[in-house]
């Protein structure tokens, strides 16, 4: 087996990112927007989260911290040009696993 063939067998590592308390009605109201297009089944709506700086390698998810804990998750579709582009469903996680806002993104497992 060839290095590269370990490298593609890597499994990708998830991260977390801290929604800012002067961001989270804007998002709140996008994530409410989002559901009701869903629901009228409205299909290839496109989201994102922008960073500055992206993960070496793609995440499988995205998780969202704020208020003190990581309440949600995103699955990654892909990411470029300063964007994680993500599947539009929100996926809860129950219960909210504890953790301080910090700028920027950590690598993250729900296993901690």
Known sequence: MKLADVYQ?????????TIPKGKLAEVEAEEADVDRRLSSGETGI??????????KEQPRRIYFCWDGAVRAYHDVMGMGAGRVHMAPQ????????????FRGYRYYSEDR
């Open 46 to 55: 496109t989201y994102y989260w922008a960073m500055g700086r992206l993960p």
């Open 90 to 101: 929100v996926n809860p996680v129950d219960p909210p696993r504890p953790m301080e806002s």
């Open 9 to 17: 067998l890597r499994e990708s590592r998830d991260i977390v990112v």
